[in-house]
C-alpha cells in the first residue's frame, strides 16, 4: 500500500522542557488537514532514506494543524536529531497521513491514560477526545523533574486539567505515581493506555495484569524499542520472486533480501510501525517486534521482516 503524502509546512516551533520541540504542522494555504482520531501517527520523512513516526498530540477536533512533541535523542539513529536540525519554523515537510495503531476503545466507562516522558504525546490526543465524548478519564504524567518536562503549561491550561495528575522523579512520594492506586479493581469497561520508554511500559503493563487486567483493556504503543539482530543464520525463500536467500547471523532479513533485488516497503525498521509485513508460508518466525498481538505472533503466519528472524532453518515468504 502506498500512503499518500501531505506537504505541509512547520507552522510554529517551541523548545520545551529539556530537548523537547514542539511543532504545529499546517497545509501551506490553510486547508483543512485529514482528520485524524486519537492515538495516531504520522510518518514524517526527513530526507531520503529516513522516515520516522511520531505520535499526533493536538486536539484531533482541530484540522488546522497536526502536532507534534519530539524529544531530542542523540543515541537514536537520527530521526529526532534531524527532526530537531531540519524542522525549522517555515519550513516544509513530507507528512504521510495519519494511521492510528494505538486507538481508544469504544465504549469505555473510564479510560487510565499514563504516560513516561515523551510518551504522554498520544494521551495529550486522547485526553482531548474523550472530553469531547463526556468520556471519563485520568491522565497520569511520569517525568524525572519538572524542568525537563515539556507540556506542563498545556495540560495546566487545558479544559480537562482536572483530569490530569503530574508525577516527577525528584519531588516528594507523596506525587509519585502510585500504580496500584490507579489501577485499581479492573472494573468493567475500563481501560489502561500506556505509552512511554519500554521499561516503564513494561512495569506499567506487567501492574495492570496483575491486578487484573484483561489483556484487550491493556493498550500500548512502543516508540523506541532496541532491535536485536543477534542469533544463528537461515535461508528465507521469496516464493513469489523465485529467489532464495541466506540470512547471516546479525544480518536482518530486509538486508538479506536487498542482496538479491527485492525491495520491502520499510519505515521505522524497529518492528513498530508494521510497514514491512509479510506473509508466511511456511516456516516458523521468531517474532522480534512490537506490533504483533501475542495472538497473532502465535499464528507463524505473518512477519515483520526489518527485525524478525527464524527458528526454522528456512522461512517460506509471499513476496
Ligand atoms: S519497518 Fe516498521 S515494523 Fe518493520
Redesign the pocket.
Known sequence: MTEQVLNLVVRKRQEQGEGVVILDLADPTGSDLPAFEAGAHVDIHLKPGLVRQYSLCGDPANAAVYRLGVLRDPASRGGSVAVHDLLTEGSSVSVGTPRNLFPLAAGASRSILIGGGIGVTPMIAMAHQLTAQDSPFELHYCGRSRQRTAFLDELASAGFAASVRTHFDDEGDAQKLDLPAVLGQPGAGVHVYVCGPSGFMDWVIEGARQAGYDEAHIHREYFQVEVDASGAGFEVVAQRSGKTVQVAEGQTI?DALATVGIKV?????????????CDVLDGEPDHR?V?LTDDEKAANDQI????SRAKSKKLVLDI
Do not use: A, F, P, R
Open positions: 530486509i516497503e520499510i519505515s521505522c525498521e524497529q518492528g513498530v510501525c508494521g510497514t514491512c509485513l517486534d506490533y515483520l521482516v526489518c527485525c
